[in-house]
């Protein structure tokens, strides 16, 4: 992930650019003007690409697979995610023997923004996108799955789970976000 990969209004991801802009160093959420927070919840993750084909998809904001050291905020104006930097995580897929020194750059890199604080973030805009596909899970796990169409015409998949548990509360909130 850059340090700051803004692909539009709607949808806005990075590292480095969102301390002291959407959280702060101690990984809170920083709210905008009228801004509430309705819920924050630990241990989420999710899943943004685009567009939404299953074939080569731009993928926006990567998830991790099993538990996340995350806290999800969901606001009244905006989703946001906010996870401490995994080296393993991001590292594991370039760990091939023609990928081993980018991955030793990447590392470096990335072990040096942890060190400083710096978390990784996904900030979404609910309201500024239209629905036109939802699924959603409640069993074992919660897991709410997306297509939506931004007020450019961008298409996103969109993918929020719970990385362990259940939290149909939280989910219901999310949900209620976004408007069909």
């Not at 160093?25 to 999710?46: F, Y």
């Not at 995610?81 to 991955?103: C, F, H, N, Q, Y």
Request: hydrophobic share 40%; glycine share 8%; proline share 4%.
């Amino acid at each position: 992930m850059s340090s700051a990969a803004a692909i539009d209004e709607v949808v806005h991801v990075g590292d480095l650019a969102g301390l002291g802009r959407v959280y702060s160093e101690e990984g809170a959420l920083i709210t905008n003007p009228g801004e509430t927070i309705l819920k924050v919840g630990e241990g989420w993750d999710m899943d943004v690409s685009s567009p939404w084909r299953k074939i080569l998809p731009n993928i926006v904001f990567a998830g991790f697979e099993g538990k996340a050291s995350s806290k999800l905020y969901v606001t009244t104006q905006r989703l946001v995610l906010v996870r401490e930097i995994d080296t393993w995580r991001e590292l594991k897929e370039e760990m091939s023997p023609l990928g081993i020194p980018t991955a030793a750059a990447k590392e470096v890199h990335l072990r040096g923004l942890k060190r400083a604080g710096i978390r990784q973030f996904c900030e979404i805009r609910p309201r500024d996108l239209r629905v036109v596909k939802i699924r959603r899970v409640d069993r074992r796990w919660s897991w709410l799955g997306l297509r939506v169409v931004g007020k450019n015409g961008r298409r996103y998949a969109i993918t929020i789970y719970k990385t362990a548990g259940f939290d149909p509360d939280t989910l219901s909130i999310i949900q209620s976000q976004f408007k069909s």
